[in-house]
C-alpha cells in the first residue's frame, strides 16, 4: 500500500469500516510512515473539532418518519391528515443549509487553528531547545557543512542560505519534530537575537502564510519551494520580515 492508497483509506479506517485485511495493510503502512501518521492525526483533530464546533440539531419527527417510511421502502402508514406548513418554514431546512454551510467554515477554522499549532509547537521545540542549551545539533558558519549534517538526516533536501553579508549569521542546525514529522531547523543569528528556522515538505498542505507573537516570539509562516516555513525568532517584525525576504529571495534565486 503506498501514500496515496492510505489516505483513500483513512475515513474509512476512522469509522471502523475496513474489512479486517485492509485495515491490517493500512495499519502496516501507518507503522511506517509518519507522514500518513500526521495525516490519520489531522483526519481525528478535524473531527474532534467538528464535533465540538458544529451546532446539533434535533430532527424534527416528522423529517424522522420520512426517513424511516423511505427506508422502509413500503409506503407509509396513513396518518391522520395534519396541517402542512410551507417549505420555507421547515426547521429541518435550515438545519440542513447550516450544516452545508458550517463544514466548509468549520474547516477553514481548523487549517487555521493548523496553522497555528504547528507554531506553537515550533516555539515548544525552540524554548526547550534553549532550556537544555542545545540549539544546534551541528555547529557550523559553513552552509555546506549544516545542509550536508541535515541532508544526512532526512528524506530531503533543506535550502541552507549563507545570509552573512546581510548581517544574519549562520550558527548552525538542529532536526526537530514537528506534528510528528522530522524536520530541518536552521539557526542563525543577528547581534543578540536568534532565528530558528522549521522547514519540511509540504506535500499534502501548504501553509498560507501567517504572522504570529507567541510566548513573546515572533512567528512568521510561509510556504515556498515545496515546503512549509517557520521563522521563531527574538527579532522586531521589521527585522524578521527583512530576514524572511531575504531568505525567500535567496532560495528563489539559487
Ligand atoms: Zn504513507
Redesign the pocket.
Known sequence: ???DE??RFLDAYLDGELELSQQLELEQ??S??????A?LQERREFRAFFTAAAPSFKAPPELRERVLAITREEPAPARPKVRQFPLWRRPWLYAAVLLAIGLPIAWMVFHENREHRFARQAVSDYLRALFVDHLCDVVSPDPKVVKSYLMAKLNFSPPVVDLASAGYQMRGGRIDIVQSRRVATLIYRRNKDVINLFMWPATRHRFTGSDQVMSGLRICTWNDVNLNFIAVSTLSDAELDRFTDLFREAIGNR
Request: charged share 15%; with cysteine; proline share 0%.
Open positions: 500500500m503506498n501514500c492510505a489516505e503502512h501507518l511506517g510512515c509518519a507522514e500518513c501518521q495525516v
